[in-house]
């Protein structure tokens, strides 16, 4: 399959006012945590507010902060089994067996000085998946600036030329932040 995405900085008042005004209240969705998990269950939220420490990410390596399916409410999210080399079993909650969602990164303030980039993508044909994605890739191209391979919201725009470090993975050297172009 070949996979939709974009990437994007932005603050968590920038996301908000996206999802709220432009996303939760034209398109019925939830939010679910994207994992392997011990239990058959994950967190899931009914809006973006619900989401407890949205706008920060305890990890400066983007590809080790959550990610969520979006999906629309009135589908239920289905769960993988994934047999471990022990004997024991794991869940997985993930985009490969729930095909009409997209993948959701939102990125944020990893520390001071330092934001890290967010995703929005899908790997599905389905269409309900295909308009979802439509629906948020678009909303995040009109209200960012695309600058190279991303869109930047304004105030990641501000972060960066006061200093700060706009980053996919903190430990990469500093050549390799985001730039200005």
Request: proline share 2%.
């Amino acid at each position: 399959m070949k996979s939709k995405q974009i990437f994007f900085f932005a603050e968590l008042a920038d996301v908000e006012i996206i999802f709220k005004n432009d996303i939760e209240s034209v398109a019925n969705i939830c939010y679910y945590l994207i994992g392997l998990f011990n239990q058959p269950s994950t967190l899931h939220f009914n809006s973006i507010h619900e989401i407890k420490n949205l706008g920060t990410v305890n990890n400066g390596d983007w590809n080790h902060i959550d990610d969520y399916l979006v999906m629309p409410k009135t589908i239920k999210a289905n769960v993988r089994i994934v047999p471990q080399k022990d004997g024991n079993t794991k869940y997985a909650f993930d985009q490969m067996i729930n095909m009409k969602s997209v993948a959701l990164k939102f990125g944020g303030i990893y520390k001071d000085g330092i934001l890290v980039a967010g995703r929005v993508g899908t790997i599905s044909t389905d269409s309900t998946s295909i308009d979802l994605y439509k629906l948020i890739s678009s909303k995040i191209k009109k209200n960012f600036h695309k600058v190279g391979d991303f869109y930047v919201s304004k105030e990641a725009m501000g972060k960066l030329e006061s200093g700060w470090r706009l980053v996919t993975n903190v430990n990469s050297p500093q050549e390799y932040d985001f730039k200005k172009q």
